[in-house]
């Protein structure tokens, strides 16, 4: 049986794999997958990839492929979520700050430097037509620090998943004056090349499983409920978030990739466009 190391956020959109292991379905292609939880987010993955820490990431496409262009070892062999992610704009419950207007030239607080909260906080001050010379940053490494940030005004904004921060502004302690979707995809499945090159059919087999999970993760019955319990959420959001999301099961196209690349280009995010065969595996 191969073994073979994947790494994701322990998010709603990872539900499928979970899933998909615990009913043996990469077991009965001969496959021993195992699952790692990186509450950090992309940073953190970019450098388990660079460090063989794991051989797959469920990753965001900004931050994967500016590791990539950066010498990142790995390509994108999918597509895992099509629609973008939609990043909710936090302060503090308890603070001054109404609008997102209110955020300029403020501290932002991000999971780690080339993380997507700190990409996204460049996206979002293109949109707003800041000057991104003096920007701050705040490195609180999970959820949990920016909660003990924001609260305790080391920083002043903290920019991650709507939904899977919505229990914070329920409950009072964050509360939400914007949101930022992604102008692109906002998951794809990274492999580091060693694995791509040894591992081939194995990729393609672990794909060909989830792709069935994805297709079909929408039909399963209760599902709204399930991911409901499990995450922490009311079930109306979820059923909002569900609307609102779509699974892949297609390669990035060139065309793609190009789109993605011009806009990291134009927001300063990379200072080069890498190839497409630098960046993506067609598996």
Known sequence: MKTIKIAGVPEHFNLPWHLAISN???????IDLQWTDVPEGTGKMNQMLRD??????????????????????????????????????????????????????KKVAISRLGSGSQLMAFVNAHNQKWNID???????????????????????YFMWERFMTKP???SGIFRRVGDCPTPWPSFVIAVRNEIIENEFDTIASILKVIN????????????????????????NDIREWLDLTDWSQNSLSQEM???????????????????????????
Do not use: M, R
């Open 24 to 30: 043996n379905d990469f077991k009965k292609e001969n």
């Open 52 to 105: 063989s820490e794991t051989d797959i990431a469920v990753i965001l496409t900004e931050g994967i492929v500016k590791d990539i262009v950066a010498g990142n070892s790995s390509k994108i062999v999918q597509i895992y979520v099509e629609t973008p992610l939609i990043w909710g704009i936090h302060v503090a419950a308890n603070s001054n700050f109404i609008s997102i207007a209110d955020l300029e030239n």
């Open 134 to 156: 003096n920007f701050q940053f705040e490195i609180v490494n999970t959820i949990d620090g920016a909660v003990k940030s924001l609260t305790g005004g080391t920083a002043d």
């Open 168 to 170: 914070l502004v329920d």
């Open 212 to 235: 069935k999970q994805t297709l079909n993760f929408k039909n399963i019955p209760n599902i709204d409920q399930i991911l409901a319990s499990k995450f922490n959420q009311k079930t």
């Open 257 to 283: 990739l190009n789109k993605i690349q011009n806009q990291l280009l134009e927001l300063k995010i990379i200072d080069k466009k890498g190839t497409f065969e630098e960046i993506v595996k067609i598996v």
